[in-house]
């Protein structure tokens, strides 16, 4: 599943608020729901996990950012199941 977000991945808190947050490179859905990590949506998370699916998280607001991920250029946070 792809989901494009404001943010380019998922942080251990918010990057708008805390210049120190660390972006994870991976992470589990598991991990992202125990830490209340809010930058994934639960429904989303949830429907992942169930159907075993891994889920790319992505700045939508990169140029482009659709596509490189599609050809494989990816750099945002992927979360797994």
């Known amino acids: 599943m792809l989901l ?3 943010i380019d991945g ?3 808190s918010d990057p708008k608020v ?10 589990s859905i ?3 729901v125990a830490q209340g990590l809010a930058a994934v949506d639960m429904t989303a998370s ?5 159907n ?8 939508l607001n990169e140029e482009n950012s659709i596509v490189e991920t599609m050809k494989g250029t990816f750099t945002g ?4 199941v």
């Open 10 to 12: 998922i942080y251990d």
């Open 30 to 32: 598991d991990e992202v």
């Open 77 to 80: 946070t992927k979360v797994t």
């Open 46 to 50: 949830i429907l992942c996990k169930e």
């Open 4 to 6: 494009a977000k404001a």
């Open 52 to 59: 075993h699916m891994p889920m790319l998280v992505f700045g």
């Open 18 to 27: 805390n210049p120190e947050a660390k972006k994870y490179d991976e992470i």
